[in-house]
């Protein structure tokens, strides 16, 4: 009887040892993969100088991410840099983000462009050319064109006329949503790589919905990449065709956004 409680105390002391280092393991793989290598891409919309709604980052608070970034020693890299290390399997480079820019937004030509000026930072925008030239808050097509002639700017695919895909289906019979689907990735590849006489190979998904589907029909179109909006750095070995991104909000400031970069 004896022997029989001493083995059932050393079997459970096994396990309790066994759960206590084991969930330290798991708490410490767990930090090094959100202090390691991950690339944080930030999503801005819209700047200006005051906060007009939850898409708007004032101007003064876009550039004190900047200064952020520079005196902390983050290096702003391109897009493409991390789309090329994902797909050749190479580590993706420390201590690194990338900034992005959806929509089109005509703030992002008279406020952001002066600061990706100043501080000469890569930036990718995600365009729906149905707004461009067309809708009273886009861009013109002579804007977009002043901002790739800088070097800095990188233009690719946010659909043709920013669709809910969710709805769309909702709405639709399998036949029409297809047809949809289809023409809302190509029509705005084609666009876009007409205006611009470059390849248009990237997708920001409108409202950061997708679905197998959905990735299927974008990879079938010749889109090597797409991005939605699930709050994490972007890790090696990620689906290529739902890359997360951090939509930002104007009180990303300060702490808050020293926290989003360093995943504490
Ligand atoms: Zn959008």
Known sequence: MRAVRVGTAIVLMAVVFWFITGSFAAVSADKAVTSGTGVPILLYHRLGPTVADSMTITTPVFESHLKYLRQNGYTVIPLRQVIDCLKNNKPLPPHSVVIVADDGHKSIYTDMLPLVRKYQIPVTLFIYPSAISNASYAMTWNQLKELKETGLFDLQSH??????????????????????????????????????????????????IYDDY???????????????????????????????????????????????????
């Open 159 to 208: 659909t043709y006329w920013h669709p809910n895909f969710k709805v769309e289906k909702k709405r639709l019979d399998k036949k029409e949503y297809e047809k949809v689907v289809e023409t809302q990735l190509k029509k705005s590849k084609d666009k876009l790589e007409k205006e611009f006489g470059t390849k248009i190979d990237l997708l920001a998904w409108p409202f950061g």
């Open 214 to 264: 959905l990735s299927g029909k974008a990879s079938e179109a010749g889109y090597v990449a797409a991005f939605s909006i699930e709050r994490r750095p972007v890790r090696s070995g990620d689906n290529m065709m739902s890359l997360p991104r951090f939509l930002l909000e104007n009180a990303n400031q300060g702490k808050s956004f020293e926290r989003l970069l360093t995943g504490n």
